[in-house]
T-cell receptor
Framework: DVKVTQSSRYLVKRTGEKVFLECVQD?????MFWYRQDPGLGLRLIYF???????EKGDIPEGYSVSREKKERFSLILESASTNQTSMYLC????????????FGPGTRLTVT | AQSVAQPEDQVNVAEGNPLTVKCTYS??????LFWYVQYPNRGLQFLLK??????LVKGSYGFEAEFNKSQTSFHLKKPSALVSDSALYFC?????????????FGTGTKLQVIP
C-alpha cells in the first residue's frame, strides 16, 4: 500500500513565524502535491512537483514556497505565517501517468495565532 | 479551464436506502473523473475513477459512479447505505488533453447516514 506521511497532525504557530510542513511518500512517486482544505472551498492546490528540484505553482501559491531535494520528500514552507493561513494542509502523491489517482497523507491542521 | 460542481452541501439518507451524491463537471477535452472520501480528521481516500470505457464504474466499499457525457455528470451511488458511509465526499476532474498535472476538486458533500 502507498503510504504518505506528514510530519505533524496538529501545529500551532505565531504570526510571523517561519513554518515547515514535511511530507514523505514511500512509493517512488514522481508527482507530489500540497493542498489546503477550507470549509466550503474544497481543496485548493498550492504547489506541485513532478520531479526532484522541480516545482510548479498551483492556484494559491502566495505566501508559500516548496522544496523537493529528494524524490520521496516534499516540503511546504510558510515564509511568514499569517492568521489567514490557518487551515488543514494535505499532501498527496501520484505515480506515473497511468496511475491517475492521488494518494493523500492524513493532513496537518495548522493554527496561526 | 476545468471545474467541478457538487450542488449539495449535505445529503441525508436512512440506513439501508440507496444513496446518490451528485457531481457535474466542465472540461475542454475529455475528462478523467474521480471520487474521494474523507473520514473525520483523516486525509482523502481514493474511491473510484473514470478514465475511459464502461460508463458505470465500480469502486471501493460497494460504491459506483455513472459517467454521463451528455449531462456532464459523474454521480456517486450505493444501493444500500451504511452508517459507516457517513463522511465527506469529493468529486474531482482532470482534463487529460493538456499536459498540466492539475486536478480540480469540488467543494465536497457531507453524507449523513441516519440509523
Amino acid at each position: 500500500d502507498v503510504k504518505v506521511t506528514q510530519s505533524s497532525r496538529y501545529l500551532v504557530k505565531r504570526t510571523g513565524e517561519k513554518v515547515f510542513l514535511e511530507c514523505v511518500q514511500d512509493m517512488d512517486h514522481e508527482n507530489m502535491f500540497w493542498y489546503r482544505q477550507d470549509p466550503g472551498l474544497g481543496l485548493r492546490l498550492i504547489y506541485f512537483s513532478y520531479d526532484v528540484k522541480m516545482k510548479e505553482k498551483g492556484d494559491i501559491p502566495e505566501g508559500y514556497s516548496v522544496s523537493r531535494e529528494k524524490k520521496e520528500r516534499f516540503s511546504l514552507i510558510l515564509e511568514s505565517a499569517s492568521t489567514n493561513q490557518t487551515s488543514m494542509y494535505l499532501c498527496a502523491s501520484r505515480g506515473a501517468i497511468t496511475t491517475y489517482e492521488q494518494y493523500f497523507g492524513p493532513g496537518t491542521r495548522l493554527t496561526v495565532t | 479551464a476545468q471545474s467541478v460542481a457538487q450542488p449539495e452541501d449535505q445529503v441525508n439518507v436512512a440506513e439501508g436506502n440507496p444513496l446518490t451524491v451528485k457531481c457535474t463537471y466542465s472540461v475542454s477535452g475529455n475528462p478523467y473523473l474521480f471520487w474521494y472520501v474523507q473520514y473525520p480528521n483523516r486525509g482523502l481516500q481514493f474511491l473510484l475513477k473514470y478514465i475511459t470505457g464502461d460508463n458505470l464504474v465500480k469502486g471501493s466499499y460497494g460504491f459506483e459512479a455513472e459517467f454521463n457525457k451528455s449531462q456532464t455528470s459523474f454521480h456517486l451511488k450505493k444501493p444500500s447505505a451504511l452508517v459507516s458511509d457517513s463522511a465527506l465526499y469529493f468529486c474531482a476532474v482532470r482534463d487529460h488533453s493538456g499536459g498540466y498535472q492539475k486536478v480540480t476538486f469540488g467543494t465536497g458533500t457531507k453524507l449523513q447516514v441516519i440509523p
